[in-house]
Structure formats: C-alpha cells, structure tokens
C-alpha cells in the first residue's frame, strides 16, 4: 500500500511540475485562430513572453510588437482564458486583462494604451499626428463588437499631416459608456487647441453614427475647410460633420 500511495505521489509530482514548467507555445493552442497570433515564445504558459504580437480588429490587425503576460490558471478550468498583458512597440504601449471566451468573444478590463495617431494610416486614408490614449473600465466584445463597457479615448497633440505640410489641431477626448446590451454612446469634447470639436458617437451592433461640429475662433485653415468639405456641410463659424451607415 505505501510503495502504491508513494508511485501515486511520485507520478502527480511529475504532473504539477509539467504544468508549471510548460513551455510558452503551448498557449498558442488556446488562442483563438485568426484572432490572436504569436511569434517567438519564451518563458512558461504562466508566465511568458512573445516577441511579435497581432490581433485581428474590425478594421484588421493591431501590431502589439513584444507582449509578456501572466495566466490565471484558475481561469482554464472556466474555459475562458484570463491573462494580464503588457506590450511595447516603439512608443506603442499597452497593459491590461484579457479574457477570451471565444474566437470573437473577448472581455477587456483595466486596460491603458498608447498608440502614435500615425498608426491609423493602416486602416484609414488619413494622415495623422499625435497620439492617441486609450483607458478603458472594461468592454466586452461578442462576435468583435461592443456590447457592454465604459472608458476614454484621447487624441493628444492633434494633427493632419496635409498634402501641402501639417496643420495644428488640439487636444480632444471621446468619453463613452455602454449598457448591457444598448447603445454605445459617446461625447466629444475639446481639451486644448486652435480647432474646437464638439458632438456625439454612437453605436448600435453595426450601425453607427456621427454628429460633431469642428469650428475654430480664429477660423479655419484653408486647407482643412478644403477637407472638411468633402464630408460635412458649412455652419456658423465652422463645419458639421453628420454620418451614419453600418461597419
């Protein structure tokens, strides 16, 4: 009976030791395919690095360069994968929690980011500068949208890089909220700058829509009247811009 309980000791030993020194790699088998991936592990499943990072969004993928993370192992045996995530790329920087409940279904909490505006050149036909400060309660994305959450997107030090050389714009913010399930509400707000912008984003499942006024006490550059024009109409001391239509 002793030598049987001492084997059985023996062999579950062996077990928690493969489990806390499983390799890194491994946590790509958990990942959701074609929504998160990995290159150049390190370290163990728990805690670990990979030297290049990509996650799919509804524009495409977000580079995230370097990520470390830690993962909860009490999280597994819920089937959905927590882990604390740390990431650099340049002057690009991200931390926060991350839960995957599916290949499209993702919670966000305590998350702080810091992308250079440049960067949305991939996903947009616009040349911008600044920096763009992200800090989020907590969102739950269901089948890669929204459905519940609450946070701050600033633009610092705005910017367009314009055909003939760069203009000025200032400094702005986006605060939002979303009920379980409702409507994905924002307010736009200027914090400094010669352009002032003001007005509200929301989002409904797929349908979205814009309504921000941009106007400036000391008028407009001219060639950001231009731009302007091409998508919103003149008003007093400025321009509005009203869009609506489905991502």
């Not at 949305?120 to 907590?138: D, T």
């Not at 959450?149 to 910017?159: E, K």
């Not at 986006?174 to 003001?198: E, I, K, P, R």
């Amino acid at each position: 009976m002793s030598r049987s309980l001492g084997a059985g000791a023996l062999v579950l030993l062996l077990l928690a030791s493969l489990l806390v020194t499983a390799p890194a790699r491994l946590l790509g088998l958990v990942l959701p395919a074609g929504q998160v991936a990995m290159q150049g592990f390190s370290g163990t499943v728990w805690r670990g690095k990979a030297s290049r990072c990509l996650v799919q969004t509804p524009a495409g993928y977000l580079h995230l360069g370097a990520v470390g993370w830690q993962l909860d192992p009490l999280s597994l045996l819920l089937l959905a994968p927590r882990l604390s995530l740390d990431s650099r790329w340049g002057s690009q920087t991200l931390t926060g929690q991350l839960t995957l409940r599916g290949a499209r279904d993702v919670d966000l909490a305590e998350l702080e980011a810091n992308i250079p505006a440049e960067l949305l050149r991939q996903f947009i036909p616009v040349n911008l500068a600044g920096v763009l400060a992200l800090q989020l309660g907590s969102l739950e994305l269901r089948d890669g949208l929204p459905v519940k959450g609450d946070g701050r997107l600033v633009w610092r030090d705005g910017g367009w890089d314009s055909p003939s050389g760069p203009v000025a714009l200032g400094s702005y913010a986006l605060d939002f909220s979303q009920g379980a399930g409702g409507l994905l509400a924002g307010n736009v707000l200027t914090l400094s700058g010669v352009v002032a912008a003001q007005g509200t984003v929301t989002l409904q499942d797929r349908s979205y829509g814009v309504d921000i006024t941009v106007s400036s006490e000391t008028g407009l550059d001219g060639r950001l009247q231009q731009a302007l024009g091409l998508v919103a109409r003149p008003v007093d001391g400025g321009y509005r811009i009203k869009l609506d239509g489905s991502i």
